[in-house]
């Protein structure tokens, strides 16, 4: 009942997918499509194609994708914050900025401590307004995600970003700290590391602001962990080479969604927000599950 795109590991992940869907391929014209922003109140998905410079927009409505912004300063990670205003890492320009309602944008954040950051990949809202961003090298150290450059800082942190603007490190000691979100209490902040061998997804206690030593959740495989999302209920669906895996919130792997291509990046939407949208390597996907993000 089930068709071939799920991959059903453990019992519990019957309750997670529908029977009888498709994954269905949206758009396959990227170069290395990164960074899903589901954007309710125009019924489009936002995301970036890196390599080519530009933000894509996937029209819910009538399926069309257009150019949203060329050139994007080589952006990421998006997030949408509580007012509704998308907040894009960008690589090529080093920043984290924010598109205001009326258009125009806001950095907030390009250094750290009087250094240039490296290139921000992704990008989380907490409730309290602070915005928390990973910092990896991947866009200072090829021409094709950004521009080849020296590290400023010479490490790669992650970041919060207090809603005073104040941008302190929270953590200082993974490889390449990739994809991170929070759990619905906040208490938890996950974050990867798409730079460990193998990668890796960790769980860090978050208290006033800051994060107690990190727990290892799971390790992929193959390939790398580097977006993903939590739903309703706390589990985990995360890129990985095969596709996207769905992991408790301890790190056990209940099922998979098959995906012909490595998987970067995915986020939930569609009003009900019971579609995940899916950024594979060249391509778009989206299929439609029995939980809500
Ligand atoms: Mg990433």
């Not at 257009?66 to 990670?77: K, L, R, T």
Request: with cysteine; charged share 20%; aromatic share 10%.
């Amino acid at each position: 009942m089930y068709t071939d795109w799920f991959e059903v590991i453990d019992p519990r992940f019957e309750a997670l997918i529908l029977p009888n869907v498709h994954v269905d391929q949206l758009y396959d014209g990227g170069r290395w499509l990164e960074g899903p922003v589901y954007v309710p109140a125009a019924r489009h998905l936002l995301f970036s194609d890196i390599p080519n410079n530009r933000v894509l927009r996937f029209n819910e409505c009538d399926g069309a994708v257009s150019v949203f912004e060329a050139p994007s300063g080589f952006a990421n990670g998006h997030t949408l914050d509580r007012q509704g205003r998308v907040i894009s890492c960008e690589h090529l320009t080093r920043r984290v900025t924010r598109r205001e309602h009326d258009g125009h944008l806001t950095v907030l954040a390009d250094s750290y401590d009087g250094k240039r950051l490296n290139s921000p990949n992704d990008v989380v809202e907490a409730s309290d307004g602070s915005v928390w961003f990973t910092d990896p090298t991947y866009g200072i150290s090829t021409e094709y995600e950004g521009a080849r450059l020296d590290s400023e800082i010479g490490s790669r942190n992650v970041y919060r970003i207090d809603p005073s603007g104040a941008v302190s490190v929270v953590l200082s000691d993974l490889v390449q700290p990739n994809g991170l979100a929070f759990s619905w209490d906040e208490k938890i902040l996950y974050v990867a590391d798409s730079g460990s061998k193998p990668s890796r997804l960790l769980a860090y206690t978050v208290s006033g602001g800051k994060l107690s030593a990190g727990r290892l959740i799971a390790e992929a495989p193959r390939g790398i962990f580097d977006g993903f999302r939590i739903d309703r209920h706390g589990h985990i669906w995360t890129s990985a080479a095969d596709g996207v895996h769905c992991l408790t919130a301890d790190g056990d792997l209940l099922g998979k969604i098959r995906i012909p291509a490595a998987v970067a990046n995915l986020t939930f939407g569609g009003p009900a927000r019971n579609r995940l949208y899916i950024c594979a390597t060249r391509a778009l996907y989206a299929v439609y599950l029995n939980v809500t993000g």
